[in-house]
């Protein structure tokens, strides 16, 4: 009798003890899962700045780049009009009419150039101001640039129709993405012909672009050309969720597509 | 040592710290402090009526706390749980509660002298319930809470912990459990005075994380 009761004793402390024990897990389980819950907030708000501190780098870029472009015009190209203008006109003597009407209306040439200039470099401060009314005129803008040296012939080709709400910050990733590959057409690849292609589709957009210039070997890059310019195009595309591919040979060209979701 | 009174301490003490603790609390938790009365003068009662007065009986006691004791549990976890249709799902334990008590007084052939386990036990089990619809919120909100400062989180945990443990010991073994004796105490008797401690130890934490917050919110 006596161990029996001791055995129903037992049987209801281990019973007790494997409720609380159970109680005990869940309530365990509970407050684990809620710090992994604070853990996943933090790392989003982590993510979060870095995007939008890039999101700033980014258009501080395209501003410093636009304002150098602009400072390097001004002075190599509309100073130069301006001066040579000034230098004509200077050289005018009203004694000898024919000559001084030929160097007026030279002068005059030259001050409508510079005007023409003046004008392109407005469009070019706008440009960045036209991400705001749509990527496909900003990059028009930029083309239309480049295009005034007559070293390059570009063909720009827009596919598909932009969606009715644009996604301003993805545009102006995607615009800086644009001016870098440019600087490095520019910079390295000798090329003549670019060509742009803007395809919009219900996934996203993707931008490419194609140069025949003189191309390289993706895979080792020469030293005075190891910059930072493929890595932040394809940071850039990274942080918003797209995808970026090269293909260059050297002595074939380069192509570079980018393809992010948009909007 | 097996004699002494704990659960009634832990519930005077839990009390005294309510009233101290609780003074501008929002009114639902300012209503603890009114059960925690009606809980410790339940006790003193029952305990005088056996270890002073050496009545027979005081199950008749614990009857009637019964009442108010789930009726104010599922009213206040109704209120603090935020979740839908909480109102309904404590309306329909009312009436699960309530119906299997008059059952069981109807039973018991309308006397209150022998404790009413049955409808005990399914009250510990709707409060069980209950207690998880608040974890299973806690699983789902997508907001972080900073649990161990959260006077909610504590006030169910204490609960959950003291109703899981005894309904577990309850069910399986009713009436062996009421009547199995260590030393002239019964082992459910054992079993209460080690959660009932625990629960209310969980309480106190409630009210100074109540306080802190308060204080918080004041600066």
Redesign the interface.
């Known amino acids: 009798m006596y161990k029996e009761q001791e055995e129903i004793i037992a049987a209801v402390i281990i019973t007790s003890i494997i409720f609380l024990t159970i109680a005990l897990g869940l309530i365990i389980l509970v407050v684990v899962y809620n710090n992994r819950k604070k853990r996943h907030i933090e790392e989003k708000q982590l993510m979060q700045l870095t995007f939008e501190s890039e999101l700033i780098k980014t258009q501080l870029e395209i501003r410093e780049q636009t304002m150098q472009t602009i400072g390097a015009d001004l002075h190599d190209n509309i100073g130069q009009l301006l001066s040579l203008t000034s230098l004509t006109l200077n050289s005018v003597k009203l004694e000898d009419a024919e000559k001084a009407q030929q160097k007026i209306d030279a002068a005059l040439d030259l001050t409508m150039r510079s005007i023409k200039e003046m004008r392109l470099l407005g469009k070019l401060l706008q440009g960045e101001q036209l991400i705001g009314l749509g990527l496909s005129e900003a990059i028009r803008h930029e083309i239309n640039w480049i295009e005034k040296s007559g070293q390059y012939v570009v063909i720009y080709d827009i596919e598909g129709e932009q969606p009715a709400q644009n996604n301003p910050n993805k545009d102006l990733i995607l615009f800086r993405i644009l001016q870098e590959v440019f600087n490095n057409i520019i910079k390295h690849s000798k090329a003549k012909e670019i060509s742009i292609k803007l395809a919009y589709s219900e996934e996203g957009v993707r931008l490419q672009v194609i140069d025949n210039g003189a191309g390289f070997d993706v895979t080792h890059l020469p030293d005075d050309q190891k910059g930072m310019g493929l890595l932040n195009i394809q940071k850039r595309a990274e942080i918003v969720g797209g995808r970026f591919f090269i293909q260059s040979q050297p002595g074939e060209g380069t192509c570079i597509d980018i393809f992010i979701p948009y909007p | 040592m097996l004699n002494i009174h704990y659960p009634l301490i832990a519930e005077w003490l839990c009390f005294l710290v309510s009233i101290l603790l609780l003074n501008n609390a929002d009114r639902y938790w300012h209503t603890l402090r009114f059960y925690l009365g009606v809980v410790v003068l339940t006790e003193s009662i029952a305990y005088y009526m056996v270890a002073v007065a050496k009545c027979p009986s005081n199950q008749w006691v614990y009857n009637l706390s019964i009442l108010i004791e789930y009726g104010y549990g599922i009213w206040m976890l109704a209120n603090l749980i935020q979740q839908k249709h909480i109102k309904y799902v404590a309306l329909l334990f009312y009436l699960l509660f309530y119906g299997s008590y008059i059952f069981v007084y109807i039973g018991h052939k309308y006397s209150i002298e022998s404790f009413f386990n049955i409808s005990d036990t399914i009250g510990s089990e709707l409060m069980i319930v209950l207690c ?1 619809v608040y ?1 299973y919120t ?2 789902h909100d ?1 907001k ?2 900073k ?2 400062e959260e006077p909610l989180f504590w006030f169910i ?1 204490g609960y ?2 003291f109703y ?6 309850d069910t ?2 009713q009436k ?2 009421s009547t ?1 004796k ?1 030393h002239s105490v019964s ?1 459910r008797y054992l ?1 209460l005075k080690f959660l009932n401690p625990v629960l209310y130890a969980c309480w106190i934490r409630t009210f100074i994380c109540i306080k802190n917050k308060r204080k918080l919110s004041q600066q």
Request: hydrophobic share 65%.
């Open positions: 998880m974890y806690l699983f997508e972080y809470v649990l161990l945990t959950f912990i899981t443990t005894s309904v577990g010991a399986f073994f062996l459990v199995t260590i082992i079993i």
